[in-house]
């Protein structure tokens, strides 16, 4: 049986990996035989994902829609307090 979704990695680089800014942020994934890697300062975050929208948008790239979501969704996480998990409280009876 065929898999719907291919399989992804996605991780966050820690900063002794290469030299950079102190602001600069860096995210990378991993799909098959290829690698992306991103790199962006803070506040430049819509720049990065217009650009992963590009990469998205071309048929010659082997980086899909799902693939640009996933990017996204570390570039420019849900703020603090937002509903990201479902919550553990127990409903209430009447």
Known sequence: MAELTPK???SSLAA???PRPL???RVSLVKGGHRW???WSAGDEASLIARVAELARDPQVPF???D???VCRHVAPPPDGAASAPSTTPPTEN
């Open 8 to 10: 992804h990695q996605i």
């Open 64 to 66: 899909d829609w799902f």
């Open 23 to 25: 602001d600069a942020r």
């Open 68 to 70: 640009a979501a996933v």
């Open 16 to 18: 002794q990996d290469a």
């Open 37 to 39: 890697h991103f790199q």
